[in-house]
């Protein structure tokens, strides 16, 4: 494994950790606000995975560049729905 393979590496292990930390340190209210943001938080700890898994793919794998991408941005859009879905729910509960 080069230097900037395992760099990637250890970037991709601490964004998991961090949105681990996050969602545990995360205030738990209750209620719709606290479920919107539980919802938010797993969005961001599977975009840290989404990059592991991009980084797994290219090394171990050795999926094809243009495919790999293509997982990846799958991967992305699915975080970044779950985010806003949080977000809506959050908004909902300060609606009410």
Do not use: C
């Amino acid at each position: 494994m080069t230097f900037p393979e395992s760099l990637s590496l250890i970037l991709d292990i601490a964004l998991i950790i961090l949105g681990l930390l996050t969602y545990y340190r995360r205030p738990k209210l209750g209620g719709l606000f606290s479920r919107g943001l539980q919802i938010l938080l797993i969005g961001m700890i599977i975009l840290g995975f989404t990059h592991m898994i991009e980084t797994g793919l290219f090394i171990i794998f050795q999926f094809d560049e243009e495919w790999n991408e293509v997982i990846h941005r799958v991967l992305v859009v699915l975080s970044f729905g779950l985010v806003l879905w949080g977000l809506n729910r959050m908004q909902h509960a300060l609606d009410s």
